[in-house]
């Protein structure tokens, strides 16, 4: 059976932040850990469904919180206020996703030696983070994330394997951008692979998405895709 239970932790400073994690409770094993990491609006249903299908496939899933307790967005100007506090500040960006991490090791029923985390837009963004900062976890998976290069100068090659799942239409990362990721991937040593979807845009993994206009919208077989890809990639990390 699944559980899923509501997780408040918090930083140094305080701050409460609010997830959600879900692990089958049929066994009390250890079994592989994977964050999930949500788009611009915050933490939400979306993404704890993520960590409920997870579960399902026999993994710890825990779609964690980036801005805070309480703070979820309703309307897009809000999303954007929260995300850019987080776009402008690479390295707090990172802490709170590392706090998150600490959270899911520090979990009973994961395997500390096989964790990932998976991401999507804005999330996408944050776990190539993670992995960017030479994190010795298992890989990272980007669904429709967005590229650019943190403001952090490493040197380190990349442990994590990463898995970039992409919309070859997505405006917020463009195929220039989507090069300029894979040389960077290539620079840093990385275990790198690159899946990208034709006549596909951004949050393409959302039913709700429907602003064809922006080049966000649902692509219901690149969704189906990804996902299979998802799961190829942890069952090799996971088990290697």
């Known amino acids: 059976m699944i559980t899923s ?16 994690i879900s692990w089958d409770d049929s066994s009390s094993e250890k079994r592989p850990g994977v964050l999930v990491a949500h788009t611009f609006k915050g ?11 997870l579960a399902k496939l026999g993994y710890v899933g825990f779609a964690i919180d980036m801005y ?22 690479r390295s707090l960006l990172l802490k709170r996703v590392k ?7 520090a979990h009973p029923q994961v395997d500390q030696e096989n964790v990932g985390a998976i991401g ?15 994190t010795d976890i298992k890989g990272v998976v980007s669904f429709h994330g967005v590229y650019d290069q943190p403001d952090i100068l490493y040197s380190q090659p990349i442990k994590a394997s990463v898995l970039v ?14 090069v300029a990721l894979a040389q960077e991937l290539t620079e840093r040593r990385a275990d790198w692979q690159i899946l990208a979807f034709g006549h596909t845009g951004h949050a393409y993994t959302n039913p709700k998405a429907n602003f064809p206009e922006q080049g966000m919208f649902y692509q219901a077989n690149a969704d189906k895709r990804s996902w299979k890809a998802m799961i190829n990639f942890f069952e090799e990390k996971f088990n290697a």
Request: net charge negative.
């Open 5 to 20: 239970k509501t997780l408040i932790y918090t930083d140094e400073e305080g701050n409460e932040f609010e997830g959600t």
């Open 99 to 105: 706090l998150a991490l600490q959270q899911l090791l």
């Open 120 to 134: 999507f837009c804005f999330g996408g963004k944050t776990v190539l983070d993670l992995a960017r900062s030479s």
């Open 68 to 89: 805070g307790k309480g703070r979820r967005a309703t309307v897009k100007e809000e999303a954007d206020a929260m995300m850019h506090e987080l776009t402008r500040d």
């Open 43 to 53: 933490q939400s249903e979306f993404e704890s469904d993520k960590a409920v299908e």
């Open 165 to 178: 799942l992409h919309g070859w239409e997505d405006p917020l990362a463009t195929p220039e951008q989507t």
